[in-house]
């Protein structure tokens, strides 16, 4: 597979691939470059261009095209994010997280700026702190929440329940991802649509308009104090818009 960087262009994250087939969906060519054909490779040349550390202290660094971001101890939520938002578009990743942690990755999610009033719908209706990640989170974990979406320091609550669309929370789903192993997950969200599945097993879909567009951003979750260090890994993060 030949990948190229990703680039933001004119706020739109763009990249062309070539030759390239990810997770058995077709990719782009060297002729054909559409959006919806083009694939781009994160990470895979090693730089953190185009992403921003925000809301805590974890660490994030980069070997092999393998993204390893590490605990650090009493630190909140920390999030590798986009430094440009994006609308609709799809996401394939592995990932391999320490049972004692969980994770996830924010998609259309927003970085909260000092002044800001509560974001609508949040839950007791106060404000974040400035430069705080908020928004939809599709759940990394070992407890049978993989591929489900919370509403990470907004409505605190489920997608699925807050959608009413439990009914994809099968057996089969919340035993989809597996402890210990690399987890391959695929994430497709067009207009107000969002889906998701792990290891091919559909973990997540429901209809939400409230998140036109926003930040990609993955998650080290937060630790107590005196515990840790734990790791999650991403590798093979594939990217593409969609028309």
Request: hydrophobic share 40%.
């Amino acid at each position: 597979m030949q990948c190229s960087k990703w680039s933001v262009v004119g706020g739109w994250i763009a990249g062309v691939v070539m030759a390239s087939t990810a997770a058995g969906w077709s990719g782009g060519t060297a002729v054909a470059v559409a959006a919806e054909a083009s694939w781009t490779h994160w990470f895979a040349d090693g730089s953190l261009e185009g992403f921003t550390i925000v809301s805590g202290t974890a660490t994030y660094d980069i070997k092999d095209g393998v993204l390893t971001g590490t605990t650090a101890d009493g630190s909140p939520n920390t999030f590798l994010a986009t430094a440009e938002p994006v609308g609709d578009f799809e996401l394939t990743f592995e990932v391999l997280v320490d049972d004692a942690l969980n994770s996830g990755v924010q998609v259309r999610s927003h970085l909260s700026k000092e002044g800001d009033p509560a974001p609508a719908g949040a839950k007791g209706n106060k404000p974040l702190p400035a430069g705080r990640l908020y928004g939809p989170q599709c759940e990394i974990a070992v407890n049978g929440t993989a591929g489900d979406f919370w509403d990470e320091a907004r409505r605190s609550n489920w997608w699925s329940t807050l959608t009413e669309t439990g009914a994809i929370r099968t057996d089969a789903a919340k035993a989809a991802f597996k402890k210990g192993a690399w987890n391959t997950y695929r994430i497709v969200v067009k207009g107000d649509h969002y889906r998701s599945w792990v290891n091919e097993v559909p973990t997540a879909d429901f209809h939400q308009p409230h998140d036109p567009e926003g930040h990609i951003g993955f998650q080290v979750h937060g630790i107590k104090q005196g515990t840790g260090p734990y790791t999650v890994r991403w590798r093979k993060v594939m990217f593409r818009l969609l028309d």
